[in-house]
């Protein structure tokens, strides 16, 4: 089951996408539904997934599964021009997904034996997806769980770090992941896989969270912002020289079929480094509301949640059953759902999003009463898929299509 993305968007945001519209017309296309339930904006989708492609200036976009987790999305995607293959977050969920693409890189190393065993004595599997590795142990893990000499040979793709070391005291700069950081470090191990048998080298991937993963034009932060854009601009530069001498270097040890890169933040620049052939992208396609704030970029709210009013504590107080579906990373208000509809309520600050019960303030919940329904946003985009079975998938003033998220197809990879 998908929907069709391949109607151009708008050139640039219109103004159907203003909230006071939107809302209401998403509240009213969904108005026999029950909440608590998810919902997707076709509009938003659709421009959302044309301006990344237009952003990525011609760079195949690989999409990056975490960040919607349903099926029916990600296979409308891949039917979207400029976009190609995907970059998964499990093994398990690359061998899930096999059915629907040819092409998966999973973009973490994995630990998971039976996996490793499923996908080494699969030739099918083998040929389709790829694994990441930074180090020889993982090579090691890899022989333990299938000796070369009884399995296919496994396709494996480095990751290089790409973060930033700053000038003191900045220091360090970026996410901890790969102790692969220089030439001569990648090298090292590419010539590893390259003399062992039963593996295959065919990608290299870096992934510049401190460029692609943060946002740089919050309007209650404007001198941090514009230290991050400083941060992100000298990052960039270096992560350029750095990534190409890389490539340069394992491209004499083994021909690469590709280089992946950035990120939904990142795609312009990203795509302007001519190490890379492609980048891995997907939170742009739902927008999660910490995209809301990006200088170079405006997705347009594309996932939302309703859910239901069941007291009303005082008369400036609604509280909605539910709604603590908090997003990763550090802890913080921005984490928090963001209600969106009706306008002008905010959480409380003692209480914040619960597991049993959201109190809301503000003059909107004077009128709102028992049954009524607000609309909120998580702050990440396929986070909110592990909290909702489906998607309804709703076109101007009705509902279209339910789209099964991986929860509603029972599966729970992470």
């Known amino acids: 089951m998908s929907i069709s993305l391949t109607a151009e968007g708008p ?16 509240d009213a296309a969904t108005a026999e539904l029950d909440p608590p339930f998810g919902a997707l904006n076709l509009a938003a989708l659709r421009y959302n997934a044309h301006d990344m492609v237009r952003r990525a200036g011609g760079v195949p976009i690989r999409v990056a599964t975490k960040s919607i987790r349903i099926r029916g999305l990600i296979d409308s995607l891949l039917a979207v021009d400029g976009y190609a293959g995907v970059l998964a977050f499990t093994l398990p969920e690359a ?9 998966i890189v999973v973009g973490y190393p994995t630990a998971d034996r039976g996996a490793i065993r499923e996908l080494a004595g699969d030739e099918r599997l083998a040929r389709t997806i ?17 000796p070369p000499d009884r399995r296919e040979s496994i396709r494996v793709c480095l990751e290089l770090d790409v973060s930033w070391r700053g000038p003191a005291p900045i220091g360090f700069v970026g996410v901890q ?5 220089t030439a001569a470090q990648v090298a090292a191990l590419a010539r590893d896989v390259v003399r062992r048998p039963g593996f295959t080298l065919v990608g290299l991937m870096g992934y510049e969270a401190q460029i692609a993963g943060l946002a740089d034009d919050i309007p209650s932060r404007a001198t941090w912002s514009a ?35 950035g990120g939904t933040g990142s795609l312009e620049r990203t795509g302007k480094d001519p190490s890379v052939t492609e980048i891995a992208a997907g939170s742009g396609i739902l927008a999660g509301h910490l995209f809301d704030h990006y200088a170079s970029f405006t997705p347009m709210p594309a996932a939302a949640f309703a859910l239901p009013v069941v007291r009303k504590p005082s008369d400036d107080v609604a509280t909605l059953l539910g709604g603590g579906w908090v997003a990763s990373g550090p802890p913080g208000d921005d984490r928090m759902p963001l209600p969106v509809w009706p306008t ?43 909290r909702v079975n489906s998607f309804h998938v709703v076109d101007d003033d009705r509902v279209v299509d339910e789209l099964p998220t991986y929860h509603g197809e029972g599966k729970a990879f992470l």
Do not use: Y
């Not at 941060?231 to 992946?260: A, K, T, W």
């Not at 597991?355 to 909110?384: F, M, N």
């Open 177 to 181: 992941r790969s102790p692969l950081r």
């Open 344 to 386: 002008g309520l905010a959480m409380e600050p003692r209480e914040m999003a619960g597991e049993v019960q959201t109190p809301l303030r503000g003059e909107a919940a004077r009128w709102l009463r028992v049954g009524d329904r607000v609309w909120l946003r998580h702050a990440k985009s396929g986070e909110l898929a592990t």
């Open 11 to 26: 050139a640039s945001p219109a103004p159907a996408f203003a909230p006071e519209i939107v809302w209401p017309a998403m």
């Open 130 to 146: 790829t694994i990441m590795v930074d180090s020889v142990e993982h090579l090691d893990f890899i022989d333990a769980c299938v």
């Open 95 to 103: 061998i899930w997904l096999s059915d629907l693409v040819d092409d």
């Open 227 to 261: 230290f991050l854009r400083w941060v992100q601009r000298r990052s960039m530069e270096e992560l350029v020289e750095r990534r190409g001498e890389v490539v340069r270097v394992v491209s004499d040890i083994v021909p690469l079929e590709f280089v992946n890169g």
